[in-house]
């Protein structure tokens, strides 16, 4: 006879919830049976009850990371929205390297970078429009919870898919080396960035306030998965990060927390946000 189980789902839930502050929805149920079944199977159990009560059981910390990295959404694409890249390109970079000429360095920030298309998209930029930063400090760094992306942001190696989603076939030759159904982007695309995982709803974000100040922040497409409080934490950190004439880039349907510090720019078809210094 087969043997039924059921899940405390809930308790799933919680742990998402207490890792990466990720809301999921009971709706959505189903995916932990989908996400989680590698985890089931490096620790030889058959069913997700085992799991639970495995979690249950014992605090092991390292498991329970586990669990919430599996279920991040880690969808990206290269120029994603292009809109913003486009603002920069031809409106807003263009005073930032002005504003930057004696101190010659820049700055940029992907939080929630996934697979670094994101990142990457912006070396590019840079490279493709910008020759006059040859010479300049350049940096750009890319964040995530999920130690699986950030290796693959490392790693800077797509598929042809990923390649074909929004990558103009003039960057795919100039920027990339082809190996079999893959392309690894180029050592002067990689070296501009910089990849490690982070959670940025730890007890404090992954920069200094005082000496890592940023330019630029993209912080799109995940704050989504946080509650109202989380978000206003985040975006009262992510404000002390950013410089007094820096931009943030949130996701097309994403709003600031606290919309009292920030001053919302509508520009190119797209909305970028600038910090409001108190006064
Ligand atoms: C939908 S992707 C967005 C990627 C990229 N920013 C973009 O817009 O294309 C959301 C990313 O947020 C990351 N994420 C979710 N919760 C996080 C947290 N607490 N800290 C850091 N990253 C997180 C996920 O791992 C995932 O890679």
Redesign the pocket.
């Known amino acids: 006879m087969e043997q039924t189980f059921s899940v405390d789902y809930g308790y799933l839930r919680q742990i998402v919830f207490n890792v990466?502050?990720?809301v999921l929805d009971a709706s959505r149920d189903y995916l932990f049976d989908t996400r989680l079944t590698k985890i089931l199977r490096n620790q030889g159990m058959a069913h997700l009850d085992e799991l639970v009560r495995r979690l249950r059981a014992q605090k092991n910390i390292a498991l329970e990371h586990e669990v919430a990295e599996a279920m991040?959404?880690?969808?990206?694409?290269f120029f994603?929205d292009l809109r913003p890249f486009d603002l920069l390109r031809l409106e807003l970079l263009p005073k930032i390297v002005e504003a930057r000429r004696h101190h010659r360095s820049l700055r940029f920030w992907?939080g929630?970078?996934?697979t670094g298309?994101?990142a990457y998209s912006l070396a590019m930029l840079l490279l493709e429009h910008f020759p006059m930063l040859v010479g300049w400090n350049i940096v750009i760094e890319g964040?995530?919870?999920?130690s699986e992306?950030v290796q693959r942001a490392q790693a800077g190696r797509y598929h042809r898919i990923e390649i074909n989603r929004g990558l103009p076939a003039r960057y795919v030759v100039r920027y990339f080396d082809h190996i079999g159904e893959d392309w690894i982007v180029k050592p002067e695309v990689r070296k501009l960035s910089n990849f490690r995982r982070?959670?940025?709803?730890g007890p404090s974000l992954p920069f200094n306030r005082t000496t890592d100040r940023f330019d630029v922040i993209?912080l799109?497409?995940?704050m989504l998965?946080f509650d109202q409080p989380t978000r206003r934490t985040l975006m009262a950190g992510v404000h002390h990060l950013l410089a007094p004439d820096g931009l943030l880039f949130l996701?097309s349907s994403e709003q600031p927390a606290d919309p009292s510090i920030w001053t919302p720019v509508l520009a190119g078809g797209t909305c970028y946000f600038r910090p409001r210094q108190p006064s």
Do not use: H, K, M, P
């Open positions: 990466s502050q990720n991040t959404i880690n969808e990206t694409s994603r992907s929630a970078c996934a298309q994101e964040t995530d919870i999920c992306v982070a959670n940025l709803c993209f799109r497409n995940v998965y996701g």
